[in-house]
Nanobody
């Protein structure tokens, strides 16, 4: 399974950005997905996760009410909508996937991860 994240860029505080994760090699409908982020020099942080059926969603307290995770099984893609962004949201964002039978905790572990996409929020 390969994941390709895209959509990062520079956005002003209070603005919006949509990250996408294209999945290839297997059917996304059998995978849970998650997004993590990392600032250089700091620990990786869980951002959001969605179950393989898409009915259960989980968010870090820091993004709850501002970010929205989704997955489109027909297109084999997952998205993370970032709204009302803040400077502290600046980070490299990674999408991850885990086969449903191995998905034990929404925070991980995840066997598959794409390359990161950089989000920079200017104040």
């Amino acid at each position: 399974v390969q994941l390709q994240a895209s959509g990062g860029g520079v956005v002003q505080a209070g603005g919006s950005l949509r990250l996408s994760c294209a999945v290839s090699g297997d059917a996304l409908r059998t995978y849970a997905m998650a997004w993590f982020r990392q600032v250089p020099g700091k620990e990786e942080e869980f951002v959001a996760a969605v179950s393989w059926v898409g009915s259960s969603k989980f968010y870090a307290d820091s993004v709850k009410g501002r970010f929205e995770i989704s997955k489109d099984n027909a297109k084999n893609t997952g998205d993370l909508q970032l709204n009302n962004v803040k400077p502290e949201d600046t980070a490299v964002y990674y999408c991850s996937a885990q086969f449903w039978t191995k998905w034990e905790n929404f925070k991980g572990p995840y066997d598959y991860r794409g390359q990161g996409t950089l989000v920079t929020v200017s104040s």
